[in-house]
């Protein structure tokens, strides 16, 4: 982890431009452990792929760039010895999935024998063994992807990097193809350096998320971290599900602060990014977190709130409100014994607490 003597690749003031203006990775410091499944999560054009073409070679890079504490700044992406699985497989298609397996074994130059017991192993870790004499056309897609995983692993590289390696893939194939290949590295102990813009995958595979937007990292941190204590609105916004409610801090106490929301009244929330006294906030609060009918007293924020949309969805019922002056604030009711049914155009009385309440950036 950061500050260990355990950091196997470090990103050092590291940036990139293509056009020789505009930065696309902006002063990049990151730490990945040996043996980490980091996940590189944001939107489209944040600087991901980027971020990891630098580390695998293909592009170049201004900064400090260290493998196992070696500089790779000079080496080519052959000589780095790093595994790659693409979206699009880019598996040889006139080779047979054992040849597929068999080749980055040939430019090492391994013997036969090697050769066959290492793709042997790759077959079995991705349950292949069946289809090797098959061409990659006489494969599904997500026997395609397996394929192109045992190939990034097959020479025993010591990191593997994988560029939204499932998007091709659909939903069910995914969420079972995301289990297997964290199962994999559960059993390996590679290092996994991963990219995604689909939030509850990244959540799913890693051991920590670095959550990207115009090419600076907005938060690293393990996934319930980044869940529980999104340290700004774009992640808040980013990682699950986000209510906001848009006001100004009146009054700030060490961690916490009562923000003014107009036409509304005051909410006690924590202080998490707030500029101070007078600013504007953004509080963030997660559809769960709220409670419908609090007992009188049990709650520091307590508002009457109008349902406009009730929407069953079996295990919880998704009711958006008006409240606040806000007419999309949704809350999750689960559906267990003993919720109360709520039915559009009611008047309720909801609920929270305040360290379920972050104030963030105004952004
Ligand atoms: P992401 O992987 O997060 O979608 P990228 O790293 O692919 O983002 O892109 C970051 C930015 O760099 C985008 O604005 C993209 O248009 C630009 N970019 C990416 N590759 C190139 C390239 N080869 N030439 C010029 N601009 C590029």
Redesign the pocket.
Known sequence: MPGTDNAFVEFSGVQKT??GETL?VKDLNLEIARGEFLTML?P???????TLMMLAGFEGAQGSILLAGRSIGNMPPHKRDIGMVFQNYALFPHMTVEENLGFPLKVRKLGKLEREAKINRALDMVRLGAYRGRRPGQLSGGQQQRVAVARALVFDPKLVLMDEPLGALDKQLREHMQLEIKHIHEDLGVTVVY?THDQGEALTMSDRIAV?NYGVIQQLAAPAELYERPQNAFVAQFIGENNRLHGKVVALHDATCQVEIPGAGKVQALAVNVGGVGRSTVLSLRPERVKLNPAPGSLPNVFSAQVSEVIYLGDHVRTRVSVCGHDDFVIKLPNSEGTVQVEPDAVITIGWKTEDCRALDAS
């Open positions: 293509y056009d696309v944001g489209s054009g944040s600087g991901k792929t980027t990219v990207f």
